[in-house]
Nanobody, 120 residues
Framework: QVQLVESGGGLVQPGESLRLSCAASGSISSFDYMAWYRQAPGKQRELVASITNAGNINYRDSVKGRFTISRDNAKNTLYLQMNSLKPEDTAVYYC??????????????WGQGTQVTASS
């Protein structure tokens, strides 16, 4: 059973930075797709950034230029570097991984989440 464990969240002032990590219990090179989602209180979970095994990267518009997603297959870890944090970035951040199959829906895995709070 694959396990994803996030770390690196915390309380920072607006304008500061954090780096989130998502450590997998197995090899992340088997994941076709990895992503960071976030969920603020009273809101739906939303996609923040994604990266495929081929290196294709996408960001939601509100984080472009501030956040950077990366993966280190040797360390089995996914990262999210977050710079110039804003109060509206405050949320629980979740790691997600998918394995696409020839038939049927993809296999999906979630971490337990890590809280990020940007507040003065």
């Amino acid at each position: 059973q694959v396990q994803l464990v996030e770390s690196g969240g915390g309380l920072v002032q607006p304008g500061e930075s954090l780096r989130l990590s998502c450590a997998a219990s197995g090899s992340i090179s088997s994941f076709d797709y990895m992503a960071w989602y976030r969920q603020a209180p009273g809101k739906q979970r939303e996609l923040v950034a994604s990266i495929t095994n081929a290196g294709n990267i996408n960001y939601r518009d509100s984080v472009k230029g501030r956040f950077t997603i990366s993966r280190d297959n040797a360390k089995n870890t996914l990262y999210l570097q977050m710079n110039s944090l804003k109060p509206e970035d405050t949320a629980v951040y979740y790691c997600n991984a998918k394995i696409f199959r020839v038939e049927g829906p993809p296999l999906g895995y979630w971490g337990q989440g890590t809280q990020v709070t940007a507040s003065s």
